[in-house]
């Protein structure tokens, strides 16, 4: 009577061992991607009291022109853990994020008002390489075009 082999060939094992490289290689890709989407949308989250006192600041002034550092309530510009750099001229946001491209480059943002018609509100719109479809902000999700 012959005994049933009991085990894994080594075929068997280099291919499980094969098919969990190909899966862990995916789930860091997607990790990362994650981690820079969530980062670029703390990076709006953060500008907010910004767009806030800018907003103000058109309401007052009648004019971007005068939304500066310091004019009409917009406070100093600060640095965070998702705002790296940040720049602040007529009432118009620039700088960069800590979420990144593929490549590991630190992220660009314009944030920038545009006055609508006839009313006294602004609307926000974001352009730059934070404007990335897998790993920054989504065209199309209201801030990026």
Do not use: H
């Not at 004019?71 to 100093?76: H, L, Q």
């Amino acid at each position: 009577m012959q005994q049933a082999k009991k085990g894994l060939t080594l075929i068997e094992t280099m291919s499980v061992v094969g098919v969990i490289g190909i899966l862990v290689t995916i789930a860091v890709m997607q990790y990362g991607n994650y981690i820079s989407r969530t980062r670029a949308v703390d990076t709006v989250a953060e500008l907010a009291p910004y767009k806030l006192a800018i907003g103000a600041c058109y309401q007052n002034s009648g004019a971007l022109a005068n939304c500066n550092v310091g004019a009409f309530g917009v406070p100093a510009l600060l640095t965070s853990t998702n705002v790296k750099t940040l720049t602040l001229g007529n009432g118009i946001l620039a700088g960069t994020s800590s979420a990144t491209t593929s490549s590991g480059v630190a992220m660009d943002f314009t944030y920038a008002p545009s006055p609508a018609v006839e009313t006294p509100s602004l609307t926000w719109g974001m352009t730059g390489t934070i404007c990335d479809n897998s790993r920054g902000i989504r065209p199309g999700d209201g801030l990026c075009s």
